[in-house]
């Protein structure tokens, strides 16, 4: 049997089981992999169900097989016989798998290159169906997790930068920005991450690091200034008192504006131990009436419309 590196894993919900796969399937089985599906079987829905019941939500592909994957979920989005709700899943469920990768497996590199292929489906996905960001957002765990968190700022980002007129490479560039937003934070401690609480000051001091950790791993491959600036700028606000940095509003990357305008929504509106979170509604509301110095004003007024909207 091969190692466990020699894999790749897959957000179960990911398969559908309308369909039958076209790559193998494996489980670990004692830290080996043990071949549970072959290609051109079908994960049916009462399997699915079953590994629900034992509370396991992932299974693994061989690395070999990635491109069989990428391909299966590219067919799955654009099949004439699944529902726009059963797609938004499907793409919600692949692109967790790879933000789990992208910030724990040891090596970066690969992530990054699969970052492009999740925006793209995004974008191609909002240009097939009139509905699919309502769809998405549908989908939100609203749990402050760093994977939920970074998948949710991106597809808020991409419909508010949709709402401003960003199309084509720019929009997908600003997906790929946002969805790598807190990719520095695989540099802060997990303990930091996961604190059942409020950070202290020391805490505190480590977390704002990590735009600054992001843009050093960013620097070490090929991303553009644009994606880098999401990343080293989505602190920053328009008083000039934000974080690394302290720029002032009209310094600050426009990308990185949307960012920080939908990394604050996202937070307000999420579960954490030691907050309640905000209705949609209210959070707009609240950064409209309270918040409004710190952003963007014609970002921040399109977000209000753009999730009223939806």
């Not at 699915?48 to 693994?60: D, G, L, N, W």
């Not at 880098?228 to 602190?235: L, T």
């Not at 002032?248 to 990357?253: N, S």
Request: charged content about 25%; glycine content about 4%.
């Amino acid at each position: 049997m091969s190692q466990t590196e020699d894999f790749f894993k897959i957000r179960l919900n990911s398969i559908h089981p309308s369909s039958p796969v076209t790559f193998d399937v494996y489980i670990p089985v004692h830290q080996k992999m043990v071949h549970y599906l072959r290609a051109g079987d079908s994960l049916t829905a009462d399997k699915i169900a079953s590994f629900e019941r034992k509370f396991v939500t992932s299974v693994y592909v061989h690395s070999s097989q990635r491109q069989l994957y990428r391909d299966y979920v590219y067919s799955q989005m654009n099949s004439s016989s699944l529902a726009p709700q059963d797609k938004a899943s499907i793409l919600r469920e692949s692109s967790m798998a790879m933000l789990e990768e992208l910030f724990e497996s040891p090596e970066v590199g690969p992530a990054l290159k699969e970052a492009k292929n999740v925006i793209n489906n995004f974008v191609s996905f909002m240009d097939q169906e009139p509905e699919a960001m309502g769809h998405l957002i549908s989908l939100s765990g609203h749990d402050f997790y760093t994977y939920n968190h970074s998948l949710d700022v991106c597809i808020y980002s991409l419909g508010v930068a949709q709402a401003v007129g960003y199309e084509g490479d720019e929009l997908k560039e600003l997906g790929e920005g946002a969805l790598l937003h807190d990719i520095g934070k695989r540099h802060v401690s997990v303990d930091i991450i996961c604190k059942d609480g409020p950070l202290d000051d020391m805490e505190w001091a480590q977390m704002q690091k990590h735009p600054e950790f992001g843009l050093i791993i960013l620097n070490e491959h090929d991303v553009s200034e644009a994606i880098k600036a999401c990343c080293f700028e989505h602190h920053e606000n328009f008083l000039g008192n934000g974080y690394p940095q302290q720029l002032d509003g009209e310094e600050i990357h426009p990308m990185a504006r949307i960012v920080a305008l939908t990394d604050t929504y996202d937070a307000l509106t999420t579960k954490r131990s030691y907050n309640k979170p905000m209705a949609p509604k209210d959070a707009v509301m609240f950064m409209k009436e309270k918040l409004f110095t710190r952003y963007d004003k014609d970002l921040l007024e399109a977000m209000h419309q753009a999730l009223f909207r939806l």
